[in-house]
């Protein structure tokens, strides 16, 4: 769990270091724009935007930005892990598999079918406050860091769920996590 830990504040550096240096964060009152700074500066999108190969390496795929693990892509294996090692990344940094079994992340765009389009914005909190889905279904999967998330106050997620609505929707239909009894 301390690796974990380790993991995700390193993820929040990166991000962070993607945000303008000097921008200060927008003013309460502009939802939609304090919401993108703060998915912006807490790493959403290193997770739930798919990864690409570019000209110099891996590049975030901006057409398909927090949508989440691609319909498409090639499954995860089971991880068979030496000792010391935590989990294993899918190719498109959206799909990990360790102890807890195989997780992908979710479209996070107001897609109605596939995205969030059709949660309110009390179960958007209640997921990050909780770490469960909506506040009361499936437990949410490593390496989502909902603990740390869910610091933020309920007008800070209420922002970033502003954000995350005013996204063109992006249909993407994420697999279901794999248990890993299932493997």
């Not at 912006?40 to 798919?50: A, V």
């Not at 949508?67 to 498109?92: C, K, R, V, W």
């Not at 195989?102 to 209640?126: H, M, Q």
């Not at 740390?148 to 769920?161: A, E, R, Y």
Request: hydrophobic share 35%.
């Amino acid at each position: 769990m301390q690796s974990l830990k380790m993991l995700v504040r390193i993820a929040l550096v990166v991000a962070a270091s993607f945000a303008r240096a000097g921008d200060p964060a927008p003013a309460v009152g502009d939802e939609v724009a304090r919401g993108r700074y703060l998915v912006t500066t807490s790493g959403c999108h290193d997770c739930h935007t798919p990864m690409k190969l570019g000209a110099n390496g891996p590049e975030w795929d901006m057409s398909r930005a927090l949508s989440g693990h691609p319909e498409d892509a090639p499954a995860l294996p089971p991880a068979n892990l030496p000792p010391g090692y935590m989990a294993a990344i899918g190719g498109t940094f959206t799909s990990f598999s360790g102890p807890w079994g195989t997780s992908f992340t979710r479209n996070l765009t107001p897609d109605k079918e596939t995205g969030l389009g059709d949660w309110t914005v009390e179960e958007f909190i209640a997921t990050m406050k909780t770490g469960r889905e909506r506040g009361k279904g499936r437990p949410v999967l490593p390496p989502m860091p909902w603990t740390m998330i869910g610091q933020l106050t309920d007008n800070d997620l209420k922002d970033v769920f502003a954000y995350l609505q005013s996204l063109p929707p992006v249909k993407n239909r994420v697999p279901a996590p794999v248990d890993p009894t299932e493997r």
